[in-house]
């Protein structure tokens, strides 16, 4: 029965990404790559979660797998490397915690109670905090791949062979 649920997860994470890709209006030839790599990175985090790593760490693990993933479908799809991982990695944005946390600011202008304040207002900066960091490991899991393996770029690499070969000629 979990196995299902799993699945059933996978495949709205899937069309969740698909969903930003369409509204940022991405090639369609790139649509199934960004279905299964939206699925793929928050199936990891939802994985890591599960295992008892936190949300931030998990979300880091998803985004990471993204951002490779994305460097990859770069040179087979022929299109920059954020066209495929950015719809993908929207799925994981914590909206809950950001929501929560604007709830929280509201219900502080309207508090008068000192420890009903004081509990709510460490509520509100929690929420915040985490989802600030869940998206600080988002946008660092999905950058420093891109980051660290872009040496050069595919134009600059065949206007090299290109040059070569006009040499050796």
Not at 2 to 29: D, H, K, M, Q, S
Not at 160 to 169: E, P, V
Request: charged share 15%; proline share 5%.
């Amino acid at each position: 029965m979990e196995w299902i649920v799993f699945f059933e997860t996978w495949i709205w994470l899937g069309f969740a990404a698909c969903g930003f890709a369409i509204l940022f209006n991405v090639p369609p030839r790139t649509l199934w790559v960004i279905f299964i790599m939206g699925a793929l990175g928050g199936t990891v985090k939802l994985i890591c979660m599960k295992l008892g790593m936190n949300i931030i760490l998990s979300s880091l693990m998803g985004a990471l797998l993204i951002g490779f993933l994305s460097i990859r479908a770069a040179h087979l799809r022929h299109s920059p490397p954020f066209v495929f991982a950015i719809p993908a990695v929207i799925p994981m944005v914590p909206g809950a915690f950001t929501y929560r946390m604007m709830l929280g600011i509201i219900h502080l202008t309207a508090e008068n109670d000192h420890a009903v304040f004081l509990q709510l207002l460490q509520e509100t900066v929690d929420n915040g905090l985490k989802a600030f960091f869940v998206l600080s490991a988002l946008s660092l899991g999905v950058s420093a791949p891109m980051l660290l393996s872009r040496n050069k770029s595919t134009k600059e690499i065949k206007r090299t062979k290109l040059k070569t070969t006009k040499i050796l000629k």
